[in-house]
């Protein structure tokens, strides 16, 4: 069984940083690309980062990028996001995904609709 778990959040002040976890369990990861989306209160769930399945390639949101850093670790089948110069507009859910097909095109790396599993989330609080 797939089971995505993301861990590493919590509440910090504008302009910390934070490192999230997902770690991914029931196949081989390595050979599907990974991605972060997050979800704030009233809004609609939005891409944030991704990582091809090596590694090499990596897509991110205008609003993060410069910012945020995905990178995993295909050994240990664990993604990460190094989120740097937080501020309040970060605040969200921040859930990992993974999916069943391969692409290393951004635009389709991006969209919600590509990936077929997800983990239950985790909580990123940034106060002003």
């Known amino acids: 069984q797939v089971q995505l778990v993301e861990s590493g959040g919590g509440l910090v002040k504008t302009g910390s940083s934070l490192r999230l976890s997902c770690a991914a369990s029931g196949r081989d990861f390595s050979s599907w690309p990974m991605a972060w989306f997050r979800q704030a209160p009233g809004q609609e769930r939005e891409f944030v980062a991704a990582?091809?399945?090596?590694?090499?390639?990596?897509c991110y949101a205008d609003s993060v990028k410069g910012r945020f850093t995905v990178s995993r670790d295909l050994g240990n089948n664990i993604m990460y996001l190094q989120m740097n110069s937080l501020g309040p507009e970060d605040t969200a859910v921040y859930y990992c995904?993974?999916?069943?097909?391969?692409?290393?095109?951004?635009?389709?790396?991006?969209?919600?609709?590509?990936?077929?599993?997800w983990g239950q989330g985790a909580q990123v609080t940034v106060s002003s």
């Open positions: 995904a993974t999916a069943n097909k391969n692409s290393g095109y951004c635009g389709s790396l991006m969209g919600t609709r590509f990936y077929d599993f």
């Open positions: 990582i091809t399945r090596n590694g090499e390639g990596t």
